[in-house]
């Protein structure tokens, strides 16, 4: 089984940064697709950033439009950890976040929810105006 922990979230004044981490227990998979999703209150949970990998090629990254720019995800497979770092953060990104584990290498499917077959229990991310 599959454990993913998510770390770093909290509050922030309107410009400041966080870094999430997401911690992955359990087994250990040589291709994934690990993705950032964020749910505010009476929304949907939308995708935030991606990162892709198949073990011998850079990984391929991907990002919503709202965050390009400002948000950076990378890897430490040392660790099993996937991060996101959050600059620039504005009120509207306020929300809880999710890291999800998609146990196969498609970079094409990473901004759907419903391909990843681990999640995390989220960790809120406030920004004040």
């Known amino acids: 089984q599959v454990q993913l922990v998510e770390s770093g979230g909290g509050l922030v004044q309107n410009g400041g940064s966080l870094r999430l981490s997401c911690a992955a227990s359990g087994r250990i998979f040589m291709s994934y697709t690990m993705g950032w999703f964020r749910q505010a209150p009476g929304k949907e949970r939308e995708f935030v950033a991606a990162l892709s990998w198949n073990g011998d090629k850079a990984p391929i990254t991907d990002y919503a439009d709202s965050v390009k720019g400002r948000f950076t995800i990378s890897r430490d497979n040392a660790k099993n950890t996937v991060s996101l770092q959050m600059n620039s953060l504005k009120p509207d990104d306020t929300a809880v976040y999710y890291c999800?584990?998609?146990?196969?290498?498609?970079?094409?499917?990473?901004?759907?929810?419903?391909?990843?077959?681990?999640w995390g229990q989220g960790t809120q991310v406030t920004v004040a105006s």
């Open positions: 999800g584990l998609e146990s196969y290498f498609t970079p094409s499917q990473a901004m759907d929810p419903a391909k990843y077959d681990y």
